[in-house]
């Protein structure tokens, strides 16, 4: 195994990945770089930089993304990810480690900061901002977001699959929702803050809501469709469209307990479906009543 240094060995992280053989180091120095592309056939490379805001990665190819991993078991760390039309990193491959990374302004339709397509991949202390986006989880299961920030996108975290965990994350400040969930996705002990409209939007069912912060959103937690989810010990205030937390009609069997809920406007829990489990939240207001201690 050996260390390629850019821009000393190579004037560019492409090149370095070309000639790297699997298992290799590439190290990127202070400054700004080309997007690249770690190909299929060259797995468990460690690429890391100086540092977010000291090892940039901008500029060509444009049109593309700014980092695409095709390769299993890659490390990426240190690096800020800035200005691509169609998003920051993609992460097409299993079982890939990010850490330290910042992706930023990339603007295009539908863009994101981070774009997960494998599965058990893990981001730590990552953040996503300016960006359509801040993090899809398009496909692939059992991906860990760890530590991650979320902040001034269109939207901040999105789980489109199944059976991943967003962890000790803060997503806020993005314009429309903050969190997007469909189906059997564990979010635990994160916050969802100041988004200009739902805190956290559960779509479809088995997702597990456990000791987060929801605050001062248009909705704190709206549960929509299907059921059977967990939302346990969170503490949801200051939220004034749809309340606290807002129960639809068509969903049920969902199990709400131990919540801690205040000033949420017009009421802190809204069930318009009775076919729910209610028991030990504090909160101050529900819609039908009684659904407080």
Same mark, same amino acid.
């Given at each position: ?62 049109? /593309? &993304? *700014? @980092? !695409?991993? +095709? %390769?299993?078991? $890659? ?9 691509? =039309?169609? #998003? ?87 314009? /429309? &929702? *903050? @969190? !997007?969930? +469909? %189906?059997?996705? $564990? ?9 200009? =409209?739902? #805190? ?89 009543? *009684?659904?407080?201690?």
């Amino acid at each position: 195994m050996a260390i390629h240094v850019v821009p000393t060995d190579f004037l560019t992280v492409q090149d370095a990945i070309n000639f790297a053989s699997p298992g290799d180091s590439i190290q990127l120095l202070d400054g700004t770089f080309d997007g690249f592309v770690v190909p299929n056939n060259k797995p468990r490379l460690k690429i890391f930089g100086e540092g977010i805001g000291e090892s940039i990665i901008a500029g060509a190819p444009l049109g /593309s &993304f *700014g @980092i !695409i991993v +095709l %390769a299993d078991r $890659t490390s990426i760390q240190g690096l800020t990810v800035q200005g691509f =039309a169609l #998003g920051g990193v993609q992460i097409n491959s299993d079982s890939n480690i990010l850490k330290d990374i910042e992706s930023v302004l990339n603007m295009g339709i539908n863009t994101e900061g981070f774009e997960l397509n494998g599965q058990n991949n893990l981001c730590i202390r990552c953040t996503s901002r300016q960006n359509d986006f801040g993090m899809t989880i398009n496909s692939g299961e059992h991906n860990f977001i760890y530590q991650c920030i979320m902040q001034n996108n269109e939207f901040g975290f999105f789980s489109v699959s199944n059976n991943n965990k967003l962890i000790s994350s803060e997503i806020k400040e993005n314009n /429309s &929702f *903050g @969190i !997007i969930l +469909l %189906a059997f996705t $564990t979010l635990f002990g994160s916050s969802s803050l100041r988004n200009g =409209a739902i #805190g956290i939007f559960v779509i479809f069912n088995n997702n597990t809501i456990i000791e987060n912060i929801v605050w001062d959103n248009d909705t704190g937690i709206q549960l929509f469709f299907f059921g059977e989810n967990v939302i346990d010990s969170n503490i949801v205030r200051k939220n004034d469209i749809n309340g606290g937390i807002f129960v639809s009609a068509i969903t049920m069997d969902n199990v709400i307990r131990f919540n801690k809920l205040k000033l949420n406007e017009p009421f802190d829990l809204i069930s318009a479906n009775i076919n729910n489990i209610f028991d030990g939240n504090r909160c101050e207001s529900s819609n039908p009543p *009684g659904l407080c201690i």
